[in-house]
């Protein structure tokens, strides 16, 4: 068990090590351009695991032993739950504090925010340092669910689906990307399960991006984003009825 917490500590370090140097030469970039390196800065990491066969047995992959405590999976699944519970209150509180919304700031006005005399890159290195290193833990864990680890982690694949949560749940909100990612699944889940009973539904790909489709047209910000929005609007429209005077009749 101490040796599998190593691992996944030394994971870990290697991924906020990662991130901190892909991270002062990509965010210098905007928009496509950043999206166009670091996506090729990914397939150069899957090449490397590819050709490094001495080491990822390539894609054939490999299996490993997890620990005894985790071969019960409801003990598995409440380990995962707990890291998640973890993770969110520590990203809450870093988002709250003032590096935080310094953060916030960048993100909606990155020149005001230099013009207060911040460095946007410092504040977005640090936050690329600090999801590599939250991405490595939940791919430990994703790991040790299948007992069993090849090349196709490194895929676009694994890449769309996080892309995916992120976009259904809602963009610049922590607990819409759960709500994203049980969409997801959910979704998958029952859709490849109606192919064994309706022949139509064997091309489920295709009804997932139906459902995808739906969910930016009515939910442009995302299933959370859109809700906290609304609710924000008629607090807003509440507020404004209140201090609103009420007209003297004469």
């Not at 066969?53 to 739950?81: H, I, S």
């Not at 310094?102 to 977005?124: D, I, M, W």
């Not at 999801?131 to 982690?153: D, E, M, Q």
């Amino acid at each position: 068990m101490g040796t599998f917490i190593v691992s996944i500590g030394v994971g870990m370090l290697l991924a906020g090590l990662i991130s901190f140097f892909i991270g002062l030469l990509t965010l210098r970039l905007k928009s496509h351009f950043y999206a166009m390196l670091t996506l090729a800065v990914s397939g150069l990491f899957l090449v490397l695991a590819e050709k490094w066969r001495t080491l990822t047995q390539g894609n054939d992959g490999f299996t490993f032993k997890a620990p005894e405590f985790f071969k019960d999976r409801v003990m598995f699944y409440l380990v995962v739950l707990a890291c998640l519970v973890l993770v969110y209150v520590f990203l809450r509180r870093f988002v709250n504090s003032p590096f935080g919304r310094v953060l916030v700031a960048v993100r909606e006005n990155e020149q005001r925010t230099s013009s207060l005399g911040f460095n946007p890159l410092h504040y977005k290195v640090i936050a690329s340092v600090v999801a590599g290193v939250i991405a490595s833990l939940a791919g430990s864990l994703y790991a040790v669910s299948l007992r069993f680890v090849n090349t196709s982690v490194l895929t676009m694949d694994i890449t769309l689906d996080a892309l995916l949560m992120t976009i259904i749940g809602g963009v610049g909100t922590l607990i819409g990307p759960i709500v994203g990612a049980g969409v997801i699944e959910l979704a998958q889940y029952y859709l490849s399960g109606l192919a064994k009973e309706y022949p139509i539904f064997e091309r489920w790909i295709i009804f997932f991006g139906i459902v995808y489709i739906l969910a930016v047209v009515f939910f442009p910000r995302g299933v959370v984003g859109t809700i906290r929005e609304q609710f924000w609007k008629r607090k807003m429209k509440k507020d404004g009825a209140k201090t609103v005077p009420k007209k003297e009749v004469s």
